[in-house]
């Protein structure tokens, strides 16, 4: 298995720009979800997804976007970038949240000039 | 308010030190799940331990452990021994299954562990 994958690893776009992050699970899990992680700020939670064609919002959902059509992907998109969503994003995946717990991918680096 | 709070921003200690993280957490529900993950320089987040409200042994693994406290709301961890591989940012996350559908992460301490 490859647990969960992001694409790219590293990005850099021009303010204005819009651009999807991938992510993606071969662990036919139910739940996935989106967090951003900032300096000194921890992670959190942008959008989650507690199966195919079900997603909600989470604590900083404002400028993204997502959807999940299948299980296995959980695109997030970024509709028009801007330099406050410079961050680090992550994707993670649970067989059964919020019992259970959340296995993360590499991350996606992004900046946004 | 911060749901899950980790007071302690940086820790550094010498190698073969005994270091606590410290975890305190604010929930109304009886039923919640407690979690650290592991965030070494490499940047990916590695699952260490999972803990449910009524299980409040404590838990020991090789050099790591944890305190798990409901009359404090804490949920501390303890290195033994560390070593410069343990040098990492330590989160520690709070869910609430009967309230919500997300993780309430700490800030995270950042461990710098010199040999």
């Known amino acids: 298995n490859a647990g969960v994958t992001q694409t790219p690893k590293f990005q850099v776009l021009k303010t204005g720009q819009s651009m999807t992050l991938q992510c993606a699970q071969d662990?036919?899990?139910?739940?996935m979800s989106w967090y951003r992680q900032d300096p000194g700020m921890g992670l959190r939670l942008i959008h989650y997804?507690?199966?195919?064609?079900?997603?909600d919002q989470g604590e900083v959902p404002n400028g993204y976007n997502v959807s999940r059509s299948t299980t296995e992907d959980f695109p997030l998109r970024l509709l028009s970038a801007a330099p406050s969503q410079t961050s680090v994003y992550f994707c993670?995946?649970?067989?059964?949240?919020?019992?259970?717990?959340?296995?993360f991918g590499p991350g996606t680096r992004l900046l946004v000039l | 308010a911060q749901k899950v709070t980790q007071a302690q921003t940086e820790i550094s200690v010498v190698e073969k030190e005994d270091v606590t993280l410290d975890c305190v957490y604010e929930?109304?529900?009886?039923?919640?799940?407690l979690f650290w993950y592991k965030q070494p320089p490499s940047g990916e987040l590695v699952f260490l331990i999972r803990?449910?409200?009524?299980?409040?042994q404590n838990e020991i693994s090789g050099r790591y452990s944890w305190n798990f406290q409901k009359s404090t709301s804490s949920f501390n961890f303890t290195i033994t021994a560390s070593q410069v591989v343990d040098s990492a940012v330590y989160f520690c996350?709070?869910?609430?299954?009967?309230?919500?559908?997300?993780?309430?992460f700490g800030t995270g301490t950042s461990l710098t562990v010199i040999p």
């Open positions: 993670a995946s649970s067989p059964g949240f919020p019992q259970e717990t959340q296995y």
């Open positions: 662990m036919n899990h139910e739940y």
């Open positions: 997804s507690v199966g195919a064609g079900i997603t």
């Open positions: 929930t109304r529900d009886t039923t919640y799940y």
């Open positions: 803990r449910n409200s009524f299980d409040e």
């Open positions: 996350a709070l869910s609430e299954p009967p309230t919500g559908n997300q993780f309430y």
